[in-house]
C-alpha cells in the first residue's frame, strides 16, 4: 500500500492509543505524513569520547567503559544512584535521580554510555544516561546522525519521546526506500541539482553523512518555500490580468496647487522618490497593489494625500481606511489643515458619525462632491457606496485582515488601486511571502532636523531618579506618555495595573493634568482624554497601546514604557516612534523587573542600540520567527513552515521565488502537460492547509 494510504495505526510500534495521540498533536494520520514530522536535530553516534576529552555541557559523548563502583543514597522518592564509571583512563560520575529502581548495573561487563554532561562541583557528570551493552550494539551499522524529534508534554507522558519517534519513522524505512513519486519534476530538479524526494526523505530521518542530510534539506526547504511563492505569483498573474487598473495618468491642478502652494515643507528625497513610483503605477493601465513602509515618522500621511490629489486629478475619489478611530480622526484633521484654501473635500465616517451626518456623507460620496474619504472599519460597510472610487489607502495595514482589504475592492466596478501603508517594517523574506503579490516603496529617510531618540533601559527599582527627570521634562513644557501592556479579554490585572499607574502619575505630579485611554473605554470618552492630550491641556497621558498605531503629538519628547518585557520588539519599536516628533530631544525609557530572560535582555539591548526599524524587525525575525510576528500576527501568517525558516533562507527564498517566476512566465496558468505536477502539487497542498487558500 501506498505511504500515503497507510493508517498509522497499523505501523508497528503505534497502535489506537498513540495514532490518536499522534493525530492530536502532530496532525499525522498516515505513514507519509509521519515522514513530513522533521527531526529538530542530530546527534553524531559515529564518535565515541574519552572521559579527559570531554570540554563542555553543549554536546551530547558517547563512552565505551564499564561501571566501577555505585552507591544508593536516599530512600523512596528522594532516592538517588550514583555510579562511578570509567573508560579505562579516567572516571566520570553519573546520577539517576528518577526511576533507580529500574537501573540494574553490572560489573566486569562493557557498555556504552550515552548522555549530555553537565558541570557540577567543579567536575563534569552525566545525568541519566541512556546505556546499552557493547555485546549487544552492532558497531557496524552504529554510526551516523541519530535524529530528534520534537514531542509535546502529552507525548511524552505516553511514553512517545523522541526515542519512540525514531523508533516508529524508522520502521517506514524500508518501505520509504522503495522509492515514492516525487512532487517536483525531473527538469527542475536537474536545473537546481535537487535530490530526489524519496532520498531526501530517508535522509532527513536517518542521514547518511553530513552531506547528504545537507542535501535533503536544502531539496525540502526549497520545495516548501517553491510552492508557496508559486502559489502567490499564479495570484498576481492572475489578478494582473484579469483587472485593469483606472487610468490615472493626468497631474493636474488639485495636486499642482497643493504642491506649489500649499505644502508646509518641502518633500524629503525618498517621498519623492515613492510618489514617482506610485506614479508610474497609475499610469501603467494595470491596477496598483503596493506596500509603501517607512518608518514611524518619515511623512507617509503626506504621501497619501499627493496620492489622493492625483487622483483627483484624473477624476476619481480616494478613500483612507485607518484601523482606529483615534488614527481616522487625527488624519482628518491633518489633511483639513493642510488643505485650507483648496477646493478639496475631505469627509470623515467612523462608528460614531451619526445618522444624520452619515446620510449627508453617504450622498456626497454618491454625488462625487466628496474627493477624500477618511474612515475605520466603517468604510466597509456595504452602504457606503461611491460615484467613482478610484484609490484605496490603507494605513498601518497589519491591523487589518486580507477579507477586509479584499472587500474594499468591490466598490467600483473594477477593483481600484490599492496602497498600503506600514510603519512595521518588514523584513524582506517576510515581505515576499506574507505580501509576495505587492510591490514595495520604502520611506528611508526622516524628515530634516529630527534629533534622533535617546532609548533608556532601566528596572523598576529607578522609579525615583526617572521621576527626577520626567519632573524636568515638565517643567521645560514637554508631555509624557506612560504606556502599560495591552488590556486583554477577562484581564483584569492589565486594567488595575493601569489604574494604579494613573493614580500614581497624578498622586507624583500633584500639579500635572492625567489622562487615561484604553481599549475598554467608550470611543467617545477615549476621543476626549486623547484631544486633551493632543491639544496640550493635560500633560500626562497614561495609556494602554491603543495609542501605538500612528498618534501625532509632537510637544511631547518621553515615552516611558512599563512591564517592556511584556512587549514585542516591533511593538516597542511603534511606541517609542510615538515621540521624537518635534525638534526638542526626546527619550523612551524601557521599564522592567530586574530578573530578565536571556531573550529580553537582547530585545531591550537592541532597542537601546538602534532607531533603525528594519534592523529591528529582522531581529525581531530571529528572536519570534514569523508567527509571532507584527504585522502577521494580526492578519495571520497563512501558512506554516514546516522546515524552511524565514529568518535563515532568504537565499533559498530568492532562487524559489525565481523558479517559480520562470515557470509562470512561459506559462501563466500552468496549463501545460509538463507543468500539470505543478497544478497537482498546488491543490493538494491548498486541501492540506486550509488557510492557503489566503494567499490572494
Ligand atoms: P508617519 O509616516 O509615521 O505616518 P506622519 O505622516 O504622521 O508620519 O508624519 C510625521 C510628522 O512629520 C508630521 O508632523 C508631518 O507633518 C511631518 N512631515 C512629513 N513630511 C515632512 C517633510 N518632508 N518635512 C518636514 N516634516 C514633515
Ligand atoms: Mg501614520
Not at 37 to 66: A, N
Not at 153 to 163: D, P, R, Y
Not at 514 to 535: L, P, R, T
Request: proline content about 4%; glycine content about 6%.
Amino acid at each position: 500500500m501506498e505511504l500515503s494510504q497507510r493508517d498509522i495505526t497499523y505501523l508497528p510500534g503505534v497502535g489506537p492509543k498513540r495514532a490518536a495521540m499522534l493525530k492530536k498533536e502532530l496532525h499525522v494520520s498516515t505513514a507519509l505524513d509521519l515522514l513530513y514530522v522533521f527531526p529538530y536535530k542530530y546527534i553524531d553516534r559515529s564518535r565515541f569520547y574519552m572521559i579527559r576529552e570531554i570540554e563542555d555541557t553543549e554536546t551530547y559523548v558517547q563512552i565505551i567503559g564499564e561501571f566501577v563502583d555505585w552507591k544508593t543514597i536516599g530512600i523512596g522518592k528522594s532516592q538517588r544512584l550514583s555510579a562511578l564509571f570509567t573508560d579505562g583512563t579516567d572516571t566520570i560520575e553519573t546520577v539517576w535521580f528518577r526511576g533507580v529502581q529500574y537501573v540494574k548495573l553490572e560489573r566486569g561487563v562493557k557498555y556504552i554510555l550515552f548522555g549530555k554532561p553537565t558541570f557540577f562541583n567543579h567536575t563534569y557528570n552525566i545525568v541519566h544516561p541512556e546505556l546499552e551493552l557493547l555485546s549487544r550494539v552492532n558497531l557496524e551499522t552504529h554510526k551516523g546522525l541519530e535524529p530528534h524529534y520534537n514531542t509535546s508534554g502529552e507525548m511524552k507522558a505516553g511514553w512517545l519521546n523522541s526515542k519512540a519517534m525514531r523508533k516508529i519513522i524508522a520502521g517506514i524505512m524500508p518501505d520509504l526506500k522503495q522509492g515514492i513519486p516525487d512532487t517536483l519534476p525531473q527538469s527542475l530538479r536537474e536545473k537546481y541539482r535537487l535530490m530526489d524526494l524519496t532520498q531526501s526523505l530517508v535522509n532527513i530521518h536517518f542521514p547518511t553523512d553530513t552531506q547528504s542530510l545537507r542535501q535533503a534539506r536544502a531539496r525540502l526547504k526549497f520545495e516548501e518555500l517553491f510552492y508557496i511563492q508559486l502559489q502567490i505569483l499564479l495570484q498576481m498573474k492572475r489578478r494582473e490580468s484579469q483587472f485593469v487598473g483606472f487610468p490615472m495618468p493626468r497631474v493636474g491642478a488639485a495636486f499642482n496647487d497643493f504642491y506649489f502652494n500649499h505644502l508646509p515643507f518641502s518633500l524629503t528625497n525618498a517621498q519623492k522618490r515613492v510618489i514617482k513610483e506610485i506614479q508610474t503605477d497609475l499610469k501603467s493601465g494595470k491596477q496598483m497593489n503596493r506596500l509603501l513602509q517607512g518608518d514611524v515618522g518619515s511623512g507617509k500621511t503626506l504621501v497619501a494625500l499627493l496620492c489622493a490629489l492625483l487622483a483627483k486629478d484624473n477624476g476619481y475619489q480616494t478613500c483612507i481606511m485607518a484601523p482606529t478611530e483615534i488614527l481616522a480622526n487625527q488624519h482628518m484633521q491633518t489633511l483639513t489643515q493642510m488643505l485650507q484654501g483648496t477646493s478639496v473635500r475631505v469627509d470623515l465616517l467612523t462608528g460614531s458619525t451619526t445618522k444624520k451626518q452619515r446620510e449627508g456623507i453617504h450622498s456626497a460620496l454618491l454625488s462625487g462632491q466628496t474627493d477624500i474619504l477618511i474612515g475605520t472599519h466603517a468604510l466597509i460597510e456595504d452602504t457606503v457606496q461611491f460615484a467613482n472610487l478610484g484609490l484605496v489607502i490603507v494605513d498601518e495595514q497589519h491591523r487589518f485582515g486580507v477579507a477586509q482589504r479584499a472587500k474594499l475592492w468591490t466598490k467600483n466596478v473594477n477593483p481600484p488601486h490599492v496602497l498600503v501603508m506600514t510603519a512595521t517594517p518588514i523584513p524582506r523574506t517576510l515581505a515576499m511571502t506574507v505580501y509576495g503579490d505587492l510591490s514595495v516603496s520604502v520611506i528611508d529617510e526622516l524628515p530634516p532636523g529630527r534629533k534622533p531618540i535617546q532609548t533608556l533601559h532601566y528596572t523598576q527599582l529607578r522609579r525615583d531618579g526617572i521621576n527626577r527627570f520626567l519632573r524636568e521634562q515638565i517643567n521645560k513644557g514637554r508631555q509624557i506618555y506612560v504606556v502599560y501592556p495591552l488590556i486583554e479579554e477577562n484581564k483584569k490585572s492589565d486594567l488595575v495595573d493601569l489604574e494604579n499607574g494613573y493614580r500614581y502619575m497624578c498622586e507624583h505630579f500633584p500639579d500635572c493634568r492625567v489622562s487615561m485611554v484604553h481599549g475598554k473605554m467608550k470611543a467617545k470618552e477615549k476621543d476626549m482624554h486623547m484631544q486633551q492630550f493632543a491639544s496640550g491641556e493635560t500633560q500626562i497621558l497614561v495609556a494602554t497601546t491603543v495609542i501605538e498605531v500612528g498618534v501625532n503629538v509632537p510637544n511631547a519628547s518621553v515615552m516611558v514604557v512599563e512591564n517592556a518585557e511584556r512587549f514585542g520588539l516591533s511593538q516597542l519599536h511603534q511606541l517609542r516612534g510615538r515621540v521624537g516628533r518635534g525638534a526638542e530631544q526626546s527619550y523612551c525609557i524601557l521599564l522592567t523587573r530586574v530578573e530578565l530572560s536571556k531573550d529580553t535582555r537582547k530585545r531591550m539591548d537592541i532597542m537601546v542600540a538602534t532607531n533603525d526599524g528594519f534592523r529591528i524587525a529582522e531581529a525581531d525575525l530571529q528572536l519570534r520567527g514569523p508567527g509571532d510576528l507584527e504585522g502577521t500576527q494580526q492578519s495571520g501568517l497563512p501558512f506554516e513552515l514546516k522546515i524552511a525558516s524565514l529568518s535563515t533562507d532568504q537565499k533559498l527564498l530568492e532562487i524559489a521565488r525565481q523558479a517559480a517566476m520562470d515557470i509562470l512566465d512561459d506559462d501563466p496558468e500552468l496549463s501545460s502537460t509538463e507543468n500539470e505536477m505543478y497544478r497537482r502539487q498546488l491543490g493538494k497542498l491548498k486541501q492540506r492547509v486550509v488557510d492557503w487558500g489566503i494567499i490572494s
